[in-house]
């Protein structure tokens, strides 16, 4: 399962997510679920989505419990994706000098 998050650098709120998925159909509801409660949310608003919400939502049975899980997996490491690729450009920004034209 794979989860894309675009974030809106002013208010850093996630825009869009999208996710591929191949599996059943708890799996692709489960992402589907989870793209549809990520837009408008923070960052760290996304991090509080557990894949017990998921269960209860979707009234998953106990066998299908695994593919809530993937989709709370897929938002920690889309999150931790985009707070790494943060992290690099806020590095990169510092490490540049400043051009003074005198």
Not at 85 to 100: F, G, I
Request: proline fraction near 4%; charged fraction near 25%.
């Amino acid at each position: 399962m794979k989860l894309q998050i675009r974030v809106d650098p002013v208010t850093g709120r996630i825009v869009d997510a999208k996710f591929k998925t191949f599996g059943c159909g708890s799996a692709i509801a489960s992402s589907s679920l989870a793209t549809e409660w990520l837009k408008g949310k923070t960052v760290d608003e996304a991090m509080d989505i557990k894949n017990t919400a998921i269960v209860e939502e979707l009234s998953l049975p106990p066998v299908k419990v695994h593919c809530s899980v993937l989709a709370e997996d897929a938002i920690k490491a889309a999150v931790k994706d985009y707070q790494q690729k943060q992290e690099s450009q806020q590095a990169q920004t510092q490490e540049q000098p400043e051009t003074v034209n005198a």
